[in-house]
């Protein structure tokens, strides 16, 4: 197997299209939105059918079956609140928001599936107008009491480790990123084992486990490769080396 390569943002995309990999991992709500320019839509499988469709049409690339997860926007709040208000929707949270402080992410006060559409969607006005920090920094201050909710990816791993709560999407706003991978059709013609091998990982890693596995990189610095292994050897996924194709390592972002 070929080294692989950790690229980031619509490079991905353009190395695929030209050859230049043969794969990577997308967000079903990614190559909607800002690869296909379509509007976004909630509804994931309809999502998923679409972007096969077209990336099979206009780039002759092959998406295989989601791998489980799904990292899209995860509203927060702490814990404790969470139990103390017994909150487990946004709309519940919603009726508290008056006297609450947000803050969320520049990408996420900007983008078209960001806080515009979220505060209407719901209702929203905050005891004042939302605080513009870094998203890594949002987690401690919500943590912190700084803040009274934010918005971040549903993946982080600093969620548990905070005993943070992620509040249900209960009017399903936002759209979903599920985590596929995207492979060259002269590629899977070419290695006629790969399509099974990669769909025999279709929804076993969850939420949760990713969740693991980022704060394990993220959080306690560990080595990426030395996670992978650990975590292969763990659920004994039955991925060994696939053999001649440059693989591309997933990227969490959006």
């Excluded at 509804?43 to 990336?55: A, G, L, N, S």
């Excluded at 492979?183 to 949760?208: C, F, M, Q, W």
Aim: aromatic share 10%.
């Amino acid at each position: 197997m070929q080294q692989a390569t950790e690229l980031s943002g619509d490079l991905c995309h353009r190395e695929l299209v030209a050859g230049q990999i043969d794969m990577y991992v997308e967000y079903t709500g990614t190559a909607f939105t800002a690869i296909l320019k379509h509007q976004p839509i909630s509804d994931p499988r309809e999502v998923y059918e679409q972007v096969k469709r077209d990336y099979e049409s206009l780039f002759n690339l092959e998406w295989l079956e989601p791998l489980g997860f799904n990292n899209t926007f995860a509203i927060l709040v702490r814990g404790d609140v969470a139990r103390r208000l017994q909150l487990k929707t946004i709309s519940d949270a919603a009726r508290y928001a008056a006297g609450w402080r947000a803050g969320f992410g520049q990408d996420f006060m900007s983008r078209q599936d960001g806080y515009p559409g979220f505060a209407r969607t719901y209702g929203l006005k905050f005891a004042e107008p939302p605080r513009e920090m870094d998203l890594s920094l949002s987690y401690q201050a919500l943590a912190n009491g700084q803040v009274d909710l934010i918005a971040g990816n549903s993946t982080d791993g600093l969620i548990d480790k905070l005993g943070l709560f992620q509040l249900e999407d209960d009017r399903h706003y936002f759209p979903p990123y599920e985590a596929a991978p995207i492979v060259r059709r002269e590629t899977l013609e070419r290695y006629p084992h790969l399509r099974d091998a990669i769909n025999s990982l279709a929804g076993k890693i969850t939420n949760d486990q990713m969740r693991k596995l980022n704060y394990a990189v993220d959080g306690e610095r560990r080595d990426v490769k030395e996670v992978v292994r650990e975590f292969l050897a763990e659920f004994d996924l039955g991925i060994r080396s696939l053999a001649q194709p440059q693989l591309l390592v997933l990227e969490t972002r959006r």
